[in-house]
């Protein structure tokens, strides 16, 4: 290829040689010319063109590009918050069952290990509690009026 004085090959004898349509394979929709695709053919391979607009392209893809990327980051970083406080909470909520289910273990109550049934044991308990503590008050009040 012949350089030119800053050194760089020239542009045509930097292209490939064209393709004869007799002797290649043809690429699917490409050497059609009835095709609906709007590809070139095979065999355009005018790089002035290419360039141009593949430097016009990635000049405005740049600025919508970097508006949309910085939006995006700020959008990650919300979710990985987001999902950093829900990861957080659930923690809480588990270590929560867990003393409950200590709890209802240390008072002697038969539940199975799961959430769901901890926590339907844990209010059945509860109102099993309040009961208690009612007729123990009607008791307390019964012995008090003897007195």
């Known amino acids: 290829p012949a350089a030119s004085s800053n050194g760089i090959a020239s542009t045509a004898a930097s292209q490939p040689p064209a393709v004869s349509s007799t002797t290649a394979a043809p690429i699917a929709g490409s050497l059609n ?3 609906s695709s709007n590809t070139p053919p095979a065999t355009d391979n005018s790089k002035s063109n290419v360039s ?3 430097t016009t392209k990635s000049t405005k893809r740049k600025r919508p590009s970097l508006a949309v990327s910085e939006a995006e980051d700020e959008k990650t970083k919300r979710r990985a918050e987001r999902n950093l406080r829900e990861q957080e909470r659930s923690h809480r909520i588990t270590d929560r069952i867990a003393e409950l289910r200590t709890v209802l273990a240390e008072a002697g109550v038969h539940f199975k290990p ?3 049934s901890t926590l339907v044991s844990v209010v059945e308990y509860i109102k099993q509690l309040q009961n208690r503590s009612q007729s123990l008050d009607e008791e307390h009040k ?6």
């Open 33 to 35: 010319p009835t095709s």
């Open 52 to 54: 141009s607009k593949s």
């Open 114 to 116: 799961d959430r769901y």
């Open 142 to 147: 019964k012995l008090m009026a003897t007195i």
